[in-house]
């Protein structure tokens, strides 16, 4: 046991589960609720039993407000906001349209690789091969000798090397 203390915002983010804070009780951990410092016991597990039922309450609520726009959209009803539908009215389309979609996400993401790789990397690995080791494998060792992480926070491998030198070299 280190003795230190859980520290939480607001019981209900710590959990809902009435359960899981008695568990939490029984073994002694010792929580502070930033909203309610001086609760005791007693108060914090009443407070996750209303906690529970307003959990529960949410639920009912949106359960029945879905359920009663579904009936008004069989019916032939538009929503409040002149829709027909739920969701996005213009899908996907519209993200794309403005170059929003997965696909520019991708292409940021790839660029920042292919920029680290050349920036970061690919200096490293010639001067990895200008001391003599060509092969990927030996690449890979050396780069794990030198403790230098993959951008994942990895180990090198002979396969990540490879990817590694094709991003910097083609792009």
Do not use: Y
């Not at 008695?22 to 309610?36: G, H, N, P, S």
């Not at 032939?76 to 002149?82: A, E, P």
Request: proline share 2%; charged share 30%; net charge positive.
């Amino acid at each position: 046991m280190t003795g230190a203390t859980l520290v939480i915002a607001k019981l209900d983010r710590l959990s809902r589960n009435v359960g899981f804070i008695d568990r939490l009780q029984e073994a002694k951990v010792r929580f502070v609720c930033t909203d309610m410092p001086e609760a005791n016991e007693t108060m914090i597990g009443f407070m996750a039993v209303m906690a529970k039922h307003e959990r529960k309450a949410i639920s009912e609520r949106t359960s029945a407000a879905l359920a009663a726009l579904r009936e008004r959209l069989k019916a032939g009803n538009k929503t409040k906001s002149g829709r027909d539908r739920l969701g996005n009215p213009h899908g996907a389309r519209a993200l794309r349209k403005a170059a929003k979609g997965n696909s520019a996400a991708v292409q940021v993401i790839q660029a920042k690789a292919d920029q680290r790789a050349r920036e970061d990397f690919l200096p490293v690995v010639d001067d990895i091969r200008a001391a003599g080791i060509v092969t990927l494998k030996g690449i890979a060792a050396e780069l794990n000798t030198r403790e230098i992480l993959t951008a994942r926070r990895g180990r090198w491998h002979p396969s990540t090397v490879k990817r590694l030198i094709e991003r910097a070299s083609v792009r």
